[in-house]
């Protein structure tokens, strides 16, 4: 459908740049093109572009790196799978691009949580100048669990209903609710559930609870991150986060903060910069236990706190930092081993998750967190 409207404007000597995530994807659009408009348009492979009789152009570029995208004015914009481009290439590359002229622009893809090709969604809903559809691949709903067929207006009528059948009872309902019925899915492809309702830690007396701690070091332009839980009464009851200042100082307020409320098992992460800050708070006399964070002691670590915040089990401090980094935490599987991953997005930071999955960690071994992994 895009193809066409790009297709369409560029015979009429518009200038339309189109882009996806990654290059294979862009060259979808570049061989649907190809294949509708061969006969009229010059295509240059070099500089993927299609130039048409009258002027009119079509440039594809791969969106993994915005900058890709730059140094154009256009007349339209096509963003295919919009929902896996960074946000930077939409707000501070392709929309400026339209200004001059006006243009329009068609975002289009899958869904892929609460990011910001959602945000344009629900500003569309509300705008005189935009419009907005959803498009399941076929029209259905689920109804006490069970698969209902329900005809949709923009489905595809050439799926067979007995085949999604097949795909819900073998994929998860947020998967499918994602990927077939296109709902935007809170947290959709992230690693925390049921979040926001165990932001609802409050100040107590803990005198006499066994207190632990997690820290998870600052590295580079990161955060030295400090989350203080209550065993006992399974409630984060302090947070701290830091950066720029010297290792001595974030011992000394690591300690300070130990000593306040008592901990009684900390437990530190001890890769690269984290052993000698190790070895000094032992020395400080504080129950310091080093964790070293691999990619095999990382998964159960954070999938215990994913764990935690699915039953409720434990109460956090709520905090739009600390809260926005879990919301934003993603997991990845390695095609080749099947194994887990778990990581901030790209330029964002995941200091906070760590230091209270250290935490719960501690809580969890109470007594008997003299450990080292």
Known sequence: MTMMIAVENAIHGKKIVWGAPTFDQVRVGWNETKHAAG?????????????????????????????????????????????????????????????????????????????WFWREYQNGLTRDDTRCWQAPSLG????????????HILENPDLPFEELQNIYHTSTERVFRQEILAEFMESAGGVFRNIQPCMTAQPGDHTGHYIVAGVDWAKSNDFTAVSVGCRDCQTEIAIDRFNQIDFHFQRERIKALCEKHGVKSLLVEKNSIGEPNLEELIRSGLPAIGFTTTATSKPPLIENLALALEKQEWKFISD???TGELEAYEQSINSNTGRSSYSAPQGLHDDTVIARALMLRAASRGNLVLFEV
């Open 39 to 115: 006969t009229i348009a010059k295509f240059t492979q070099l500089n993927m572009t299609a130039t048409f009789p009258n002027g009119g152009e079509i440039i594809y570029r791969s969106l993994d790196d915005p900058n890709n995208a730059r140094g154009h004015t256009a007349d339209g914009v096509v963003i295919d799978e919009a929902g896996f481009v960074k946000q930077e290439a939409w707000y501070e590359v392709l929309r400026q691009m339209l200004m001059d002229t006006g243009g329009w622009a068609w975002l289009v893809g899958t869904p892929n949580g609460h990011n």
């Open 140 to 151: 259905c709903r689920i109804e006490n669990g069970v698969l209902i067929r329900e005809p």
């Open 320 to 322: 739009p930092v600390w």
